[in-house]
């Protein structure tokens, strides 16, 4: 999973993590290592040092995985694919100007796609306001 987002998005010089034994494990630390991605945990009992995901994952559990009943792991996947779905392409939010994660991409890459005007202040002057004598 991490290495198809690192395929989509590139390398980050980072992962945040709480102190779980998944994040703490000698193949996720050999994978940080392999990848040159460094861990960074959170302090014990301080869930808002990764305040994000701790509301990302309220929502999940609300929404998504204590409104729904279960029969297969197939139904689980379905599920969690359908809700993701509605959460980054038909949900605004309030963080990205009430635009998807979508829209919000999608300005963002129009912006940079445009073309940079140089700022005066970086720009070298070619004539001099004062002719030296």
Same mark, same amino acid.
């Given at each position: 999973?991490? @290495?198809? &987002?690192?395929? %989509?998005?590139? #390398?980050?010089?980072?992962?945040? +993590?709480?102190?779980?034994?998944?994040? *703490?494990?000698?193949?996720?630390?050999?994978? /940080?290592?392999?990848?040159?991605?460094?861990?960074?945990?959170?302090? =014990?009992?301080?869930?808002?040092?990764?305040?994000?995901?701790? +509301?990302?994952?309220?929502? &999940?559990?609300?929404?998504? &995985?204590? /409104?729904?009943?279960? #029969?297969?792991?197939?139904?689980?996947?379905? !599920? &969690?694919?359908?809700? #993701?779905?509605?959460?980054?392409? %038909?949900?605004?939010?309030?963080?990205?100007?009430?635009? *998807?994660?979508? @829209?919000?991409?999608?300005?963002?890459? @129009?912006? #940079?796609?445009?073309?940079?005007? =140089? +700022? =005066? !202040? *970086? !720009?070298?002057? !070619? *004539?001099?306001?004062?002719?030296?004598?």
């Amino acid at each position: 999973m991490l @290495e198809r &987002l690192i395929g %989509e998005r590139g #390398r980050p010089e980072n992962v945040r +993590s709480d102190n779980g034994p998944e994040f *703490t494990s000698r193949r996720m630390l050999s994978w /940080a290592e392999d990848w040159k991605v460094g861990l960074v945990h959170i302090q =014990p009992g301080r869930p808002m040092q990764n305040g994000h995901v701790e +509301s990302f994952h309220g929502r &999940l559990r609300d929404e998504c &995985l204590n /409104a729904s009943w279960f #029969r297969t792991l197939n139904d689980v996947r379905c !599920t &969690l694919a359908a809700w #993701r779905e509605e959460y980054n392409c %038909e949900r605004p939010h309030s963080s990205l100007d009430y635009r *998807t994660p979508y @829209e919000f991409k999608l300005a963002l890459e @129009e912006i #940079r796609a445009m073309p940079r005007i =140089p +700022s =005066p !202040t *970086t !720009t070298s002057n !070619t *004539t001099d306001p004062k002719p030296k004598n």
